[in-house]
């Protein structure tokens, strides 16, 4: 035989009157599961093994009063969403209003009609079902957002990843450039301590920030040997063009600004805009560093690779003047204590961006 689970709502009944928990299970015995407690510490110990949908307390009981029971159940976590109501024939309004205070959904007074009793626990429980159905909706509603925003973001990803590959693909020279500057700049923003949101900041911008560079003709990031100064100066407007082509995404972060800035220096020696100090934002600061570093450690056409040495000692020799001296001090740090290297990167700069 298949024992068939009783799905009706379980009602706690507390009362030490034998002939009020008659009434009272005779009211309700066709609709409900009841339990019955004659004091407080029996409803208490009901409540924690049984989880009733609803408790009918008495108020003037010998030992622990209603009220002691009600604030017990509701100090618990086990037991505090369990609605209460009192039946009792204390009429006053500030007993009324002390039930209340203590955690009582309604206050029923003694003598009580059955049918009052049984349309007010009628309607606490559809009120019990309703926001377990409300809670249930916004656990799935939660779980479509989070699977939309997920697909959001790897939407995102591979087209900020598309973007970036559409400038290297033009120049083979400086393949994964922007991938390594996006992972180097990372690294350096959580040496530093910084948020997850800003390290997400520094990723994308990162990846996107020589985009302008789509615009320089080929021939001029190509060519070999030492670039002419128009040629130079040609080069130096890709901040600008990458900003015009960011300007009007809506990111939630600063990338447009970010791509803009990335060739700032704190003394204001740098370009497009001879920005300096609290000008630059820190992102902007961060993401130049990561840029030179990467950039003085490969071969370029119109030199060869200055080697990681190199590229570090030009950033300590300019520190707190052209860069930053926090950014400065926890690249280097990376690479002389953490014995970091450009080809171990990308791993670390892909892990926990989120946290």
Not at 86 to 115: C, L, N, S, W
Not at 143 to 170: G, H, P, Q, S, Y
Request: charged share 25%.
């Amino acid at each position: 035989m298949i024992a068939v689970e009783n799905t009706k709502p379980r009602v706690l009944i507390v009362d030490d009157n034998p002939t009020n928990i008659d009434v009272l299970v005779d009211t309700l015995r066709l609709d409900y599961q009841l339990g019955v407690a004659k004091s407080g510490a029996g409803a208490i110990a009901f409540a924690m093994a049984h989880q009733p949908d609803l408790i009918l307390l008495d108020i003037m009981m010998p030992g622990m009063n209603g009220y002691d029971v009600c604030t017990r159940l509701k100090s618990a976590a086990k037991t505090r969403e369990i609605p209460v109501i009192f039946i009792t024939a204390m009429k006053e309004p500030e007993q009324i209003a002390r039930g209340f205070k203590v955690g009582a959904v309604d206050y029923i007074t003694k003598p009580f009609h059955a049918t009052e009793v049984l349309a007010r626990t009628r309607t606490h429980l559809s009120i019990v079902h309703m926001r377990a159905a409300l809670n249930a909706q916004n656990l799935l509603l939660e779980e479509r957002v989070r699977e939309k925003t997920a697909a959001l973001e790897d939407m995102l990803n591979a087209t900020i990843r598309t973007m970036a590959m559409a400038v290297e693909i033009r120049d083979p020279y400086t393949a994964g450039h922007q991938v390594r500057v996006a992972a180097l700049a990372c690294s350096i923003a959580k040496k530093m301590g910084l948020s997850g949101h800003v390290i997400d900041t520094i990723h994308y911008a990162g990846l996107l920030h020589d985009l302008g560079k789509i615009r320089i003709p080929a021939a001029i990031i190509n060519r070999p040997g030492k670039l002419l100064p128009v040629e130079r100066e040609i080069i130096n407007i890709h901040p600008q063009v990458g900003y015009d082509l960011l300007k009007n995404i809506p990111f939630p972060w600063p990338i447009a600004e970010i791509v803009y800035q990335h060739h700032e220096k704190l003394d204001g020696s740098g370009y497009p805009r001879g920005l300096s100090g609290d000008e630059i934002l820190i992102e902007a600061k961060i993401l130049g560093v990561a840029d030179l570093v990467e950039a003085e450690s490969s071969h370029r056409p119109y030199r060869p690779t200055m080697g990681i040495d190199a590229a570090l000692e030009e950033i300590y020799k300019h520190r707190a003047t052209r860069y930053d001296a926090a950014v400065v001090d926890a690249c280097l740090s990376l690479f002389r204590e953490d014995m970091l290297s450009l080809d171990n990167l990308v791993p670390e700069c892909d892990t926990n961006l989120n946290e």
